[in-house]
C-alpha cells in the first residue's frame, strides 16, 4: 500500500494519432485513365436489347 507521501502512480494516456494520413492521388480525383485505350476497344459498339427492333423497324413507323 503507497504510503501517504508518495505520489499517485501515473495514468495511463492513450497515444493520439500521430499524424493526419495525406490522401492518395487516386483518392482525391479517382481513376482518370480508362483501362483500356480506344485503340484496344472494339469499334463496333455494344448491343442491346432493342438493336433488333431498330434494324427491323417498319418504315411507316419513322427512322
Same mark, same amino acid.
Do not use: C
Given at each position: 500500500?503507497?504510503? @501517504?507521501?508518495? +505520489?499517485? @502512480?501515473?495514468?495511463?494516456?492513450?497515444? +493520439?494519432?500521430?499524424? =493526419?494520413?495525406? @490522401?492518395?492521388? *487516386?483518392?482525391?480525383?479517382? /481513376?482518370?485513365? +480508362?483501362?483500356?485505350? !480506344? *485503340?484496344?476497344? *472494339? @469499334?463496333?459498339?455494344? !448491343?442491346?436489347? /432493342?438493336?433488333?427492333?431498330?434494324?427491323?423497324?417498319? =418504315? %411507316? %413507323?419513322?427512322?
Amino acid at each position: 500500500m503507497p504510503t @501517504p507521501d508518495s +505520489p499517485p @502512480p501515473p495514468r495511463p494516456t492513450r497515444n +493520439p494519432d500521430p499524424a =493526419p494520413r495525406r @490522401p492518395t492521388l *487516386d483518392e482525391i480525383f479517382g /481513376d482518370v485513365l +480508362p483501362d483500356t485505350t !480506344k *485503340d484496344e476497344r *472494339d @469499334p463496333t459498339p455494344a !448491343k442491346t436489347e /432493342d438493336d433488333w427492333y431498330e434494324q427491323n423497324r417498319p =418504315p %411507316h %413507323h419513322g427512322g
